[in-house]
């Protein structure tokens, strides 16, 4: 569950969606700068859509705003490199961008820049919905897996109601996304695509991220329940 996640680019960056469920499943206190990766990594994941949406107010087309958010990401990873710091976070952003950036130049079209985007968020939010429908909701199969207790919450009824609650905020988020840019991408305003995906990508899923850790940070129980004591014979 990354767009994502998987910000700016098509998806979330996933290195910032595997940060966040991290966070989500051990910590007892959230930090939203964490969970969108630290501040650098939220630079790194909105830096190439700003110079997309700059670049095509200023030239328009479809190349400039496709050839300038590449080199952005590029840069990004040539510096993590240079600096030999972790480039997960930049890394993650090229596989989006290149993406994006395909798909956009294969349709000679800006605006289909985004479309991977939208079929990302529409496939999580169906994702997300079966798995409540079959009451193995994806938010407590992913904390049961990272905080090691497996699927013992789905013994609890009041575990059971709050990964349900939390999966469907996490529902909730992509379906919003898809209700506010797809028809944004129909009208062909992709600045104001653009922007919208800057504000509801890293942003929004930090966000989410946090309203779904005041939901399910106590759902979960710490170990499995042990036997009771036999009698001595």
């Known amino acids: 569950m990354s767009e994502d996640a998987p910000g700016t680019a098509p998806h979330d960056q996933p290195g910032t969606s595997r940060e966040g469920m991290s966070q989500l499943a051990q910590s007892e206190d959230f930090s939203i700068a964490e969970a969108m ?6 630079a790194e994941s909105v830096a190439p859509g700003v110079v997309f949406v700059v670049a095509f107010l200023i030239w328009g087309g479809f190349r400039a705003p496709v050839i300038a958010s590449v080199a952005t990401v590029a840069v990004l990873v040539v510096v993590r490199l240079i600096q030999r710091s972790s480039t997960q976070q930049a890394l993650s952003g090229v596989v ?3 993406i994006g950036a395909i798909w956009a130049w294969r349709a000679g079209d800006a605006g289909a820049y985004f479309v991977p985007g939208l079929w990302l968020n529409a496939a999580y939010a169906l994702g997300l919905v079966l798995s409540m429908i079959v009451r193995w909701p994806l938010v407590g199969v992913v904390v049961g897996l990272l905080k090691g207790t497996g699927m013992e919450w789905r013994r609890h009824p009041g575990s059971m109601r709050a990964m349900q609650l939390g999966t469907a905020v996490f529902a909730a988020m992509y379906v919003m996304r898809l209700a ?3 028809p944004l991408y129909f009208a062909d305003a992709v600045a104001a695509l653009g922007t919208a995906k800057l504000i509801m990508g890293v942003p929004l899923f930090a966000l989410t991220l946090w309203v779904v850790w005041l939901l399910v940070r106590n759902a ?10 036999q009698p001595t014979q």
Do not use: H, I, T
Request: aromatic letters at 10%; proline letters at 18%; a negative charge.
């Open 37 to 42: 990766g630290g501040w650098r990594g939220f």
């Open 96 to 98: 989006g961008v290149g």
């Open 180 to 182: 506010v840019q797809a």
């Open 220 to 229: 979960v129980p710490d170990s499995a329940p042990q036997d009771p004591p």
